[in-house]
């Protein structure tokens, strides 16, 4: 039973363009909600995260939005750079518990 | 700063072999992790360290097991590869702050069983 659900395996954008990448779950209790970047051949580095409590986290071209009624996250970058392709992971944790990934989706930004 | 240091990079193992993946981190942090990757999937956690002397599986602990007996050191020891745990594995620590909790990941150990 997956918890956290990327739905779009992948994902194309043409550069200066926003690119919205989206998540859900299914875990009421999940209070703190994290994106990460993975490069090819790289680990996964933290991006921005967002507690509960707010419905908004911006960081420069990164805002991440969270609905909690419907239970869905997105993350929005604008405008979108060629830099920016890589796969990105929703992660979601409640309390003090340890990280629940999505399967991620592959952003490809082309100039 | 080193981080999350995980080595070896890559390895091939033999069916029956056995290995330790080592995992070092230099930021003080309590919270230590392993994580396989499988392709096309997420992150599965292996097993996980609230800190030095405490260990617990994860979602996937069967065939692993873990040590820490330091903060900075967190090894996963695979004691009878098998093919089903050919994959990358990445290693992680956390610290808890009053936003959170932020894990930051090694660059990942690709193992390939045969």
């Known amino acids: 039973d997956q918890q956290v659900k990327q739905n779009s395996p992948s994902l194309s954008v043409q550069e200066g363009r926003i690119s919205i990448l989206n998540c859900d779950y299914t875990?009421?209790?999940?209070?703190?909600f994290l994106w990460y970047k993975k490069y090819p051949a790289e680990g996964p580095t933290f991006l921005i995260s967002?507690?509960?409590?707010?419905d908004k986290n911006e960081d420069g071209r990164f805002t991440v939005f969270l609905n909690k009624s419907a239970k869905h996250l997105s993350l929005h970058i604008v405008p979108s750079q060629p830099g920016d392709s890589a796969v990105y992971f929703c992660?979601?944790?409640?309390?003090?518990?340890?990280?629940?990934f999505g399967k991620g989706t592959m952003l490809l930004v082309s100039p | 700063n080193a981080g999350v240091t995980q080595t070896p990079k890559f390895r091939i193992l033999k069916i029956g072999q056995s290995m330790t993946l080592q995992c070092t981190q230099d930021?003080?942090?309590?919270?230590m992790y392993w994580y396989r990757q499988d392709p096309g999937m997420g992150l599965k956690l292996i097993y996980y360290?609230?800190?030095?002397?405490?260990?617990d599986k994860g979602e996937v602990p069967n065939g692993y097991n873990v040590s820490r007996s330091t903060t900075e050191d967190f090894p996963l020891r695979l004691e009878l590869a098998a093919p089903s745990q050919t994959s990358v594995y990445f290693c992680?620590?956390?610290?808890?702050?009053?936003?959170?909790?932020?894990?930051?990941f090694g660059e990942g150990s690709w193992l390939t069983v045969v």
């Open positions: 360290s609230v800190g030095a002397g405490i260990t």
């Open positions: 875990n009421s209790m999940f209070d703190y």
């Open positions: 992660a979601a944790m409640s309390g003090y518990s340890t990280l629940t």
């Open positions: 992680a620590s956390s610290y808890w702050d009053t936003d959170g909790n932020t894990i930051y």
């Open positions: 967002i507690s509960s409590i707010k």
């Open positions: 930021m003080n942090h309590n919270y």
